[in-house]
Structures are given as C-alpha cells and as structure tokens.
C-alpha cells in the first residue's frame, strides 16, 4: 500500500464494491494503521534528539544562539512553510522531556528552565483534573444529601447526618488535599507575575482559616470524646 498516492474516499467511492472486496480493503487499511501507527512518534523522538545535539554541539543548550538557529532552520526548510510550525512544536515537546534527562537540576536552574519536563506537567495535569472531577463529585453529593434531610424533615431540627454524608466529607476533604498537593512550588516562582502570586496567597490564606476553624472542632471533639 503506497500512502503517497493513497486516496481519501467518500462513500460513492465504494458503491460498486461487494461485500468481500469492502471487507479486505478494511483489514488493508486496518493492518497498514498498526504498521505505521508508531512511527511518527520515533521519528519525532529522533529528531528532536538531533536537535539537542546540535545544541550541544553550539554549547547552547536553550538554542538561544545564532548560529544554532541557523544549523536548526537549515533542517525545517527542507519541508513546507505550512508544515514548518505544526512540526516545531511537536518536536519542541520531545525537545524538553529530552533536555530534563540530558541536564542535571542544577544546570537546568543555571539555565533557568524548569525542573519538570513537558511530560511530567502534562501529567501532572491530568492528576490536577481527575482531582478537580473527584471534589466536584464529592460536593454535588453532599449537597443533595443535606438538601434531602431539609426536605423530609423541619428545617429547625435536622437529623442527624447519615454515613453517606460524612463519607461525603472524607471525600472532600481528600479531594481538597490533593488539588491543594498538585500546586507547584516551581509555577509559583518562576511563571506567576506579582499579582498572581498575591492572588494565589488571598486563596490559601482563606483556605488556611477555614482549615484551622474544621481542625479545632475535630481536636475538641476528640477530647471530648
């Protein structure tokens, strides 16, 4: 199967296939997808290991300098002006997960880039997410929880809470822990201007005082008990 001359079809296309020709055709193109499908990634991953050492090369290890740039562009104009970006910024991905194996973390401060590699920060955006899902979950939950023991019941004398309530605030308050765990000291440093920084400081000291309020009713209660 030659991909250059491959066409894209529409359904027309196939109209005077039988069955068994559309069936073969499909595993064709099925077979070739898996053939082909990691490639793309390796040659992405190759060059972008051509790229950092060229940078070592120029001992230019943020490929700041010109005369790296020029090696670099002389490798980009070999292919289209259109495809020229969208292929800069696959590679420069590869590029830093590169450079976070390759550099100590002390060469990496002296270069003033950041610890983590583009791949750790994408997970750990992920994780920040599946933890935002998680408090978003827990909080609908407890709601309808209270809100239902309010309907049932006189609002001047609530029951007492049920144990799906408190495994509600467990939940929140795990929840809460590791979204308040995913801050990264290194984002707060380096990539906040001052007014996020003093923003961000509003936030965790609101937080801070409703933590420190919850923390005295359950040391009491735990005296008390």
């Known amino acids: 199967m030659d991909l250059d001359t491959l066409p894209t079809l529409d359904v027309d296309d196939l109209s005077g296939e039988t069955e068994a020709a559309l069936i073969a055709r499909g595993a064709a193109y099925a077979a070739e997808y898996i053939r082909i499908e990691h490639k793309s990634t390796v040659l992405l991953k190759n060059l972008a290991t051509v790229i950092v050492a060229l940078r070592v090369r120029h001992d230019d290890m943020r490929g700041a300098s010109g005369a790296y740039r020029k090696d670099v562009g002389q ?19 590869h590029v830093g997960n590169i450079l976070r194996r390759t ?64 495994a509600d605030h467990l939940r929140m308050a795990h929840a809460a822990s590791s979204i308040v765990a995913q801050l990264d000291p290194d984002v707060v440093k380096h990539t906040m201007t001052d007014g996020q920084r003093v923003k961000l400081d509003e936030q965790l000291e609101a937080m801070q005082q409703v933590i420190a309020k919850l923390r005295r009713i359950t040391r009491k209660a735990r005296s008390e008990g």
Do not use: F
Request: aromatic fraction near 2%; glycine fraction near 2%.
């Open 103 to 166: 550099l100590t973390p002390r060469e990496l401060e002296q270069l003033d880039l950041k610890p983590t590699s583009p791949l750790e920060r994408q997970q750990d955006t992920r994780a920040i997410n599946a933890a935002i899902v998680v408090a978003g979950r827990a909080s609908v939950e407890a709601t309808s929880s209270k809100a239902g023991r309010k309907k049932k019941d006189s609002p001047d004398e609530l029951p007492a809470p049920t144990v799906k309530e408190t």
């Open 75 to 93: 490798i980009y104009r070999q292919i289209s002006t259109d495809n020229q970006e969208r292929l800069q910024t696959a590679v420069r991905w």
